[in-house]
């Protein structure tokens, strides 16, 4: 396959329509897509615990539209078959048809649901037209969990070949490929990347940090969106600055036996979710570290904050954000940020993979307002707060950056605007991308940035230079 | 007609009870055994306490009142009120639950009663409405969500004109055969349609606990369907 547009056609078996795909796939199915769909989705019926939800669901969605109008896809396209529950229903409908007893009875009246190829090519459309985002999940007056169905949608489609390539390739490299990430850092990458971020820092803070490398028995193990290394050396250099302030720096460590946090079976594939999961705790054991540290990544720190419990057993190691961990440095004083280096006007955006659940939201908020003079929160905020547009993994498929820009994001792009402010927080790897991008796309005025970029600039580093003497040699460079 | 009535209040009404009961019951066993069998242990890392506040949440759902769906949640909300206390606390229907269950119930005032009633018929010819004309409800809409919201308002219409004569075209006997008859039909489609939202409210709602994956399915799947050989 060579990755072009025609590569990603196949031929449907019914009515011999040739099917566009609306994304790359590697190795499309092109025969009996209906048998191997219901045989997919018996085997994880089977194996998993989703018979209970989707006998619930089947019987009690109210078809309401309360999920519409919290949906930032559908406000965007105003389209039915954007509606949360329209997509849940595709699922539902031939999950009732094809595995309940009712659903056998009453196909035995004449007419009724059929899972044909067209249905089908609305769940691979549809579901990753949709951000996971479970913004519709907190209207819905059932609960019902619609981020939840579109994830074992992409499943069940995931298991008979339909899946983005750019997450199929990326999981491939990280389970079975030599370097074990996402984005094929080698070891020798990561090992100068510390070490060019270490002179970085000489540079610009004063002090000569060498980064912990598969240092034994250390309290945290750092894992980041690897991605971070290659793009995002502020963030890191942030985070580095808060460890040595806080005078932990011989509490963590990075291991070169895995170093990626990013965890796609969250979007796709509980087989992979557990298998990534496994693959990160058995670095922590490798190294006899004691809790898992989650640098600036939604999804990498909902991965690991609420699976590690459940596929880690025995080694269910604690999970900490890096965002927990900066606050209680600072609540203890045990590091300080001058208020009188960031001036400008800063708003934040709640990645909803740490925020819809309410884990992480008024945290990166006490922060910010101890050293930003002009916070001002976007609306709405918090757990109800909009998705960037790129969430679900949908960051990763470029071939769908117009639909990113033009829906999924375009509600995000007008709160942005209308806080006018001049920097953005987006803790977040993958928002990171998607919400650079949209400022580009609609020409807002405000720089994207991780939380820890700020706290960069605004930190106390013992020993090193002032925050003031920082600040003039970085207006410097700008000039 | 008397003999039909007597039948309808009698051994018809505690049969199509029972349908209910027991159909509600066996969603409840089923989804309990299912999560026990199914989670286990896993049960105890679910976000117990998280689940509840948002169940609870519910009760009032103040602020879950955003734009674009105010008028329509606001009706569907306040017609729980009129659908759960008239057949529940009116004076006559506390009768049949004696009777049968044994139970006696406080009675509400008929005038309370009735202006229940007339809300509640209000609140259901507007939600039809907002199905028939709103395109975006229309959209989602099934045959059914026309047809229980019917199914819903003939009780009350049929109940209402029973005892108020002066508005009632019909026969009393024959009005209070399709008020119990209505009813009874209600009692047997609520175990088989969303109307079993009574129960399955706060199974929805823990969502937080089906994400509590179960280790190894990943593993079993995929060798079910490629062999043991399986590679992403």
């Given amino acids: ?479 | 007609m008397e003999q039909w009535i007597e039948f309808a209040k009698g051994p018809l009404f505690a049969f199509t009870f029972l349908i209910m009961i027991l159909g509600l019951a066996r969603l409840v066993v089923i989804q309990i055994f299912s999560l026990i069998t199914g989670k286990g242990r896993r049960l105890r890392n679910a976000p117990w306490r998280k689940i509840i506040a948002d169940a609870a949440s519910w009760v009032v759902p103040v602020k879950h009142l955003i734009p674009g769906t105010k008028i329509f949640s606001t009706l569907s909300y306040l017609f729980h009120i009129g659908v759960l206390l008239v057949p529940l606390f009116l004076a006559d229907h506390i009768v049949l639950w004696e009777g049968f269950l044994g139970i006696n119930l406080p009675a509400i005032g008929y005038g309370v009663a009735d202006s229940l009633t007339l809300f509640t018929i209000f609140c259901v010819i507007i939600m039809f409405s907002f199905r028939l004309f709103s395109r975006r409800l229309r959209s989602m809409s099934r045959h059914a969500d026309y047809g229980l919201l019917i199914a819903v308002i003939i009780p009350f219409i049929s109940g209402y004109l029973a005892t108020h004569p002066s508005y009632n075209p019909f026969p009393w006997d024959v009005m209070m055969l399709i008020h119990l008859l209505s009813a009874e039909l209600l009692f047997v489609l609520i175990p088989f349609t969303k109307l079993a939202h009574i129960v399955l409210f706060f199974f929805d709602r823990i969502s937080g606990l089906h994400w509590q994956l179960r280790p190894g399915a990943g593993d079993k799947v995929a060798e079910e369907l490629y062999g043991k050989e399986a590679r992403v």
């Fill in chain 1, 1 to 479: 396959m060579d990755g072009s547009i025609n590569s990603a056609t196949a031929v449907s078996t019914k009515n011999s329509k040739t099917v566009k795909y609306p994304y790359y796939i590697e190795d499309p199915v092109t025969e009996n897509r209906v048998a191997r769909f219901l045989e997919a989705f018996a085997a994880v019926v089977k194996y998993s615990d989703y018979k209970p939800l989707l006998d619930s669901y089947c019987t009690s969605t109210a078809k309401c539209n309360r999920c519409a109008v919290a949906c930032p896809v559908f406000l965007a396209t105003g389209d039915p078959k954007d509606i949360p529950c329209y997509r849940t229903n595709l699922l539902l409908e031939t999950y009732r048809r094809y595995f309940t007893i009712g659903g056998w009875l009453k196909s035995r009246f004449g007419g009724g649901f059929e899972l044909t190829d067209e249905i089908i090519d609305e769940m691979l459309d549809g579901f990753y037209r949709c951000t996971a985002c479970r913004r519709c999940t907190r209207e819905c007056p059932m609960g019902v969990d619609h981020g939840l169905i579109t994830h074992l949608g992409r499943y069940i489609l995931s298991l008979i070949g339909i899946v983005p390539k750019a997450l199929q390739v990326s999981v491939r490299e990280q389970l079975e490929g030599e370097t074990r990430n996402t984005s094929k850092v080698p070891k020798a990458a990561l090992l100068n990347t510390l070490e060019f971020l270490s002179d970085e820092m000489e540079e610009s803070l004063g002090v000569k940090l060498q980064f912990p490398v598969d240092e034994p028995g250390r309290d945290y193990v750092f894992f980041c969106a690897v991605s971070d290394y290659l793009m995002e050396p502020e963030t890191l250099m942030g985070n580095a600055a808060v460890l040595y302030a806080a005078g932990d720096w011989d509490r963590w460590t990075i291991g070169t036996g895995n170093y990626d946090g990013i965890n796609y079976g969250l979007f796709y594939s509980d087989w992979h979710l557990e298998n990534i999961i496994k693959q990160l705790i058995s670095e922590v054991t490798r190294l006899n570290g004691k809790s898992i540290l989650i640098g600036e990544c939604g999804h990498a720190s909902r991965s690991a904050h609420d699976f590690v419990p459940v596929f880690g057993g025995k080694e269910a190691y604690p999970v900490t954000n890096f965002m927990e961990y900066t606050l209680d440095c600072i609540r203890k004083g045990k590091i300080t940020l001058d208020p009188d280096i960031v001036t400008e006007r800063v708003t934040y955006h709640d990645p909803c993979n740490i925020a819809r659940s309410g884990w992480i939201v008024d945290q990166p908020r006490e922060i910010l307002r101890s050293f930003v003079k002009d916070f001002v929160d976007m609306k709405p905020a918090g757990q109800d707060n909009f998705c960037c547009g790129g969430g679900g993994g949908l960051v990763s498929v470029d071939e769908i950056h117009e639909f990113r820009m033009s829906v999924g994001g375009r509600v995000k792009a007008e709160q942005l605007r209308k806080t006018g402010a001049s920097i953005c927080i987006a803790p977040c790897a993958n928002c990171k991308k998607q919400l650079k991008e949209l400022v580009e796309y609609y020409e807002i005025p405000c720089r994207v940035m991780g939380l820890h970029d700020l706290i960069l600039r605004a930190i106390q580093i013992p020993g090193g230079k002032s925050t003031a003497e920082r600040k003039e040699e970085a207006a410097m460079l700008e000039i």
